[in-house]
């Protein structure tokens, strides 16, 4: 109960001070309308992981029904899965198109089988890296990373970097431009990032006393700045042809806050709403960006268009940091399957 007064407490700040032209600004982009996804996924065989429900769920349909060749959902359950794969086909009138796949990010090994399984592909032009989860608590997941860490960050950048080969493939097979799409979150701007005065940040993540109200906002803060690196080092290799962007669905009534205690549910679904898009329109952000233009390459996507992030991520702390996390992040990742941190180079 005490972490739930800590969550309260640190949202009631984000009302208060210097935050307040960021919330406005993020309310403001809250009633922007926009367009439903119009764009051709003919031929296109497109991954989207947490597609069993809300903005997963939503973007794959959308992908289907416009006319991708082959919508992979990448799962935790199958058999939640297959559920929404029943209700895609429903309501998109084509079958099999969506394919159920298992993936748990919380198992680094279950990563990389899916990602073997990529590989078997005949290509694949986008990956949406949508899973995520949000813990009021301090819960180890695989290495004993918390699991907000293990899941938001490491996880989805393992996935990331093990279908490099794959999307470069496609590129060259193919003359397309395939892409990789990060979520993160609106949270990101109002993250402390507390862990970063500390020696090693990712074996901070593993340690319970560095638990607070400000993990799920720091998982999603790591996103943007990982994410801007791995698009700097993309497009310093020799064979880049991959489009990299980040992108924000704004605030949806999905149910990321389904983890917090009854009170917290609450107070999330009151504000939600309010102001928050159903998971349908902010799906059309993912969707969008998955067939965004190179100018989007390394860029932050607020609302289907180019976006600033946080003030932190532009500042001189951000800058520094940013090249010390990623660096942090392939050790890890090189730990977890040998020689990964290659595949940026090509």
């Known amino acids: 109960m005490s972490r739930f007064f800590e969550l309260a407490k640190y949202q009631s700040s984000m009302f208060t001070g210097s935050n307040m032209t960021v919330v406005k600004d993020l309310i403001k982009s809250q009633f922007r309308s926009l367009p439903e996804p119009s764009h051709d996924f003919t031929g296109q065989i497109v991954i989207v992981t947490g597609a069993n429900s809300g903005l997963g769920l939503e973007a794959s349909r959308h992908f ?195 983890n917090l205690p009854l009170a917290g549910r609450l107070s999330v679904g009151m504000f939600l709403a309010l102001i928050g898009r159903t998971t349908e329109v902010g799906s059309r952000c993912l969707v969008a960006a998955a067939a965004a233009g190179v100018d989007t390459h390394g860029q932050y996507l607020d609302s289907c268009r180019v976006s600033g992030p946080s003030v932190f991520v532009l500042s001189e702390d951000g800058r520094e940091v940013q090249p010390r996390i990623y660096a942090e992040l392939m050790g890890v990742l090189d730990g977890i399957e040998p020689g990964l941190s290659r595949n940026v180079s090509g």
């Open 64 to 258: 289907v029904r416009l006319g991708a060749a082959k919508v992979i959902l990448g799962c935790r359950s199958v058999e939640r899965g297959e559920a929404a794969k029943r209700d895609i086909e429903a309501t998109t009138n084509r079958e099999g198109v969506a394919e159920v796949w298992e993936a748990d990010l919380t198992s680094f090994d279950s990563v990389k089988a899916f990602c073997y399984r990529v590989e078997g592909l005949e290509r694949l032009d986008a990956l949406v890296l949508n899973a995520g989860v949000a813990v009021p608590e301090f819960a180890a997941a695989d290495g004993g990373f918390e699991t907000q860490i293990a899941v938001n960050v490491i996880s989805t950048f393992l996935m990331a970097l093990m279908v490099l080969p794959k999307l470069r493939e496609t590129a060259g097979r193919y003359a397309v431009q395939p892409r990789l799409v990060f979520i993160s979150s609106d949270g990101h701007h109002f993250a402390r990032f507390a862990e970063r005065n500390q020696p090693s940040i990712f074996e901070a993540f593993r340690d319970p006393s560095t638990m607070s109200d400000d993990r799920y906002n720091t998982s999603k803060l790591l996103i943007v700045l990982l994410a801007r690196e791995l698009a700097i080092r993309l497009s310093s290799s020799s064979n880049n042809s991959i489009i990299l962007n980040i992108v924000t669905p704004g605030f949806c009534k999905s149910q990321i806050s389904r």
